[in-house]
């Protein structure tokens, strides 16, 4: 296992530390500060116990000054042999990477660096692989992806992405909570898959002795929590979408769903409004942040554009009432590439001719729409084709009380005024697997249980869903979606 020439040396000096007498892995330490707490209310003369892992080494002859590293933070210290006596020969035997056991005083050097002057020195553990030639090494992407506990290691960019991650989610779930939501736990494996617009993993489920599908949305669940009384519901977890990987997806992602009774699209959209108003104030005191150079400005109200509007706008084309053969030729004059689609969607042939166009309807304004809204705004109004669990506007039967989330020219959720009808419910999943027959894996599975639940009765209910990786990109500042997954999955 570890087989370098650099790893041969440290294993070596493992041994003679072992022969020394000393445990090279004892099994605690008691710490009085953190680095932190030295940094921020140092003063000087105070003994502390502090531990780290070692990732400087400055010899001269009888003093050394090194630093460790602690949690995000570190702070020097100061080793001389006449302090240390006999244990200040230990250092020819200590590695950058090794985890230390600190005690000592504090002081600040004539430069003004805090400082430790260790009175004695204790190795916690004995790094055996090395770390990134120079410290600041990893700079490979894919290789920082693969091996991301050295990553947080050596690039604090990335540690701070992934901690205004973990502050988001816990600001949004107190945000909720504050405002009288319940959240809910929803099963991960379910006998059957609903919610989006997705190809499911699969897996089987020996108990029961049947094909199950990890979840790809909490959506039918939640709503069958409405359907059972509660009003305002929940969930921020993990789900599964069986789809490629670029910079704006991963198969496996972190979503906020939830639900109101009494409650529309236009409420959802307070809320929307109000969370990030709430999550900028909390991390960064302000209504405006930089993402990549671009200022967004999360002031409410966001700016708010009908779908048929926002493509009308940035493509110079109304696709509203048109048909297929005609949306198919701008495809092509737009120079649209739909490679990757599937063949039924690609050729036009068995699906219905009003779906198929509603579909590349929507491939036009993810394709030259979306990337193009830079300040935080609202696309509402979706054709209801698209959209089978969303609620018909009362003026026109065609389009659905939708609305999508764009900042930066990022999609990050979605939005209904919740169908609660179930003979238009039951219609509307008839109609997608009608075409799901004809070729669309993507179209969604008629789910007879959920029907029942909204047979027992739903309220007027406003729901939405939201990426929370794709929040965490824009808010971290990272350009893509694997600066913010602590362990993405990558191609071996």
């Known amino acids: 296992m570890f087989t370098s020439e650099q790893e041969k040396i440290r294993l070596e000096k493992l041994r003679s530390i072992i022969e020394r007498g000393v445990n090279p892995y004892p099994n605690r330490f008691d710490r009085t500060h953190t680095v932190r707490e030295i940094r921020e209310t140092l003063s000087n003369g105070k003994d502390v116990r502090v531990a780290g892992r070692l990732i400087a080494v400055r010899k001269h002859g009888k003093s050394t000054f090194a630093n460790i590293l602690d949690d995000g933070e570190n702070i020097q210290i100061y080793l001389k042999k006449d302090i240390l006596g006999e244990k200040y020969s230990l250092l020819e035997l200590l590695d950058i990477g090794d985890f ?17 002057l260790v009175e004695d020195l204790i190795l916690l553990s004995k790094s055996i692989s090395p770390l ?33 991650r973990a502050k988001i989610i816990r600001l949004t779930r107190k945000f909720l909570d504050d ?9 991960i494996l379910q006998s059957l898959y609903g919610g989006a617009f997705a190809e499911p993993f699969k897996t089987y489920y020996s108990a029961l002795d049947r094909e199950f599908f990890l979840r790809i949305s909490d959506e039918l669940y939640l709503k069958r929590l409405i359907c059972g009384g509660f009003n305002k519901v929940y969930e921020i977890s993990k789900d599964f979408r069986n789809e490629g990987q670029d910079r704006l997806h991963n198969p496996e992602f972190t979503q906020l769903e939830l639900y109101e009774a009494y409650k529309d699209y236009t409420d959802i959209k307070n809320l929307v409004e109000e969370l990030f108003s709430y999550l900028t104030q909390n991390l960064y005191s302000s209504s405006k942040i930089i993402y990549q150079d671009i200022e967004l400005d999360f002031t409410p109200p966001w700016k708010t554009v009908r779908y048929f509007d926002a493509i009308k706008e940035f493509t110079g084309y109304d696709l509203y009432d048109v048909d297929y053969k005609y949306v198919k030729k701008i495809i092509e004059e737009l120079g649209i590439d739909i490679s990757e689609d599937s063949a039924m969607i690609k050729s036009g042939k068995n699906l219905t001719p009003s779906y198929i166009r509603d579909k590349l309807i929507d491939k036009i304004f993810g394709d030259r729409v979306i990337p193009k809204i830079e300040q935080p705004t609202f696309i509402i109004d979706y054709p209801k084709s698209i959209s089978p669990l969303a609620k018909e506007k009362e003026d026109n039967p065609d389009l659905v009380e939708r609305f999508e989330p764009v900042i930066a020219g990022i999609e990050i959720g979605n939005a209904f005024s919740e169908l609660n009808n179930p003979l238009e419910q039951e219609k509307r999943f008839i109609e997608q697997m009608v075409q799901r027959e004809k070729g669309d894996k993507e179209a969604q599975p008629l789910d007879e249980d959920f029907l029942k639940a909204l047979g027992i009765g739903m309220p007027p209910t406003g729901g939405l869903g939201l990426g929370m990786d794709r929040i965490s990109m824009v808010l971290a500042n990272s350009r893509t979606i694997k600066d913010v997954i602590a ?3 990558m191609r071996w």
Not at 100 to 116: A, S, V
Not at 179 to 187: A, Y
């Open 100 to 116: 230390l056991g600190i005690q000592g005083n504090t002081f600040t050097t004539h430069t003004g660096e805090p400082t430790i």
């Open 132 to 164: 990134p030639e120079k410290w600041h090494g990893l700079q490979d992407k894919e290789l920082r992806y693969r091996l991301r506990y050295i990553d947080f290691i050596v690039n604090l960019e990335s540690r701070s992405a992934i901690e205004t």
């Open 179 to 187: 405002k009288g939501f319940l959240e809910i736990e929803t099963p």
């Open 487 to 489: 362990f993405p999955q």
